[in-house]
């Protein structure tokens, strides 16, 4: 682990609303400051590449709108962003501008990251500020984004952009030194997310941040299913990031899973909402998990939501238990008409056929829960 550490080459490094703030919260540089420091000299020495995804915006916006709690209604939400956003970027800008070190401000949203036009865009962009020897830093867009429309938090939102950019390493940094057993004793190493895992991650949450333990484990899997290793530790101790590259123990570390998938694949899996359902019988559900077959029309005993051509569906079997996930080839309304039918019909029935499949292989991504219980009834 020491090695792999070492030569992590593409780092994003989250930075949680409890670094950024006092007890208060209020906007506080006393720990950000000595993370900035150690990236600008870690990046001036031109092996490590950062990515810094950041909290704060709202924050920020709280403080100066002199807030006292959270906002709960998404106009307040908006209009805090819209006021924090613009001095959370100038607090980074002039604390990098002591090491002469340019930074590039990215704001996402989630819809920005579902179209695959978009997607790729983005990451041309932040592969061209790297190439520049800038340092991107990501924030969600919280002045437009909408509930539906979000990524829910920012250690979500730095799973995604380590797994848009197939980063080496993802550090999550906040107040806590890791993840804790049940009787409080730090979990060094984890090789697979299991859902006692996930248990012993639920936690409180600070009326200053929208995230606890529990997302922090959700984006380590997101990161983790897609080839990055994520550490989660805590950021108020000095010299935390070199530690981490020097392979010290400090944290929880989630070990990388080998087999992950394309970027189309992790695309499909992550970024994109789920517009309707398919329930599919015992021989679609075989030839998907057992055979890496595409999904046929015959196979279909249900359809639930509202899709078009192209949207996302999720594909259950007669239990309700999620088995897949993938681009549907025809709308909710065509494949009402052609659902149990066989492929040689199609044609027949709509009086056109874009394809056979109903979903293609190629577009459809099998979930980890499903290979867990595969035929266990």
Known sequence: MKTTLSKAKRIVIKIGTSILTDEDGNLSTKYLSHLVEEIAKLHRQEMHE???????AIGAGMQRLRLKER?????????????????????????FKKYEQTIAQILLTHQDMSCR???????NTISKLLEYKVIPIINENDTVAV????????????????????????????????????????I?????????????????RSKFSTGGMQTK?????????????????????????SEVLKGEKCGTTFVANENKLSSRKRWIMYHLKE????????????AILNKGKSLLPSGILEIKGKF??????????????????????????????????????????????????????????????ATMNIFSY
């Open 147 to 186: 509930d539906e429309l979000k990524f829910g938090d920012n250690d979500t939102l730095a799973a995604l952009v380590s797994q848009l950019v197939e980063a080496d390493l993802l550090l999550i940094l906040s107040n806590v030194d890791g993840l804790y057993s049940g009787s409080c004793e730090l």
């Open 71 to 95: 906002p709960q209604t998404i106009i307040l939400k908006q209009t805090a962003a819209a006021v924090g956003q613009n001095i959370l970027i100038e607090i980074y800008e002039g604390l």
């Open 117 to 123: 036009k978009s997607y790729i865009n983005i990451l």
């Open 275 to 286: 517009s309707g359902e398919l329930i599919i019988d015992e021989g679609a559900k075989e």
């Open 217 to 241: 484990i959700e984006a380590a899997k997101i990161a983790t299913q897609s080839g990055t290793t994520v550490i989660i530790s805590n950021g108020k101790k000095k010299g935390i990031i």
């Open 50 to 56: 950062f990515i810094i995804v950041t909290s704060g």
């Open 308 to 369: 078009d051509e192209g949207d996302a569906v999720i594909i259950k079997d007669t239990q309700n238990r999620r088995l897949a996930k993938g681009l549907i080839g025809y709308s909710q309304n065509d494949l009402l008409k052609i659902k149990g039918r066989q492929t040689n019909q199609i044609e027949e029935i709509l009086g056109y056929a874009y394809e056979d499949e109903i979903i293609h292989r190629d577009n459809l991504v099998v979930l980890e829960s």
């Open 188 to 204: 060094p190493i984890v090789y697979e997310i299991t859902p006692e895992i996930i248990e012993i991650s639920a936690g409180t």
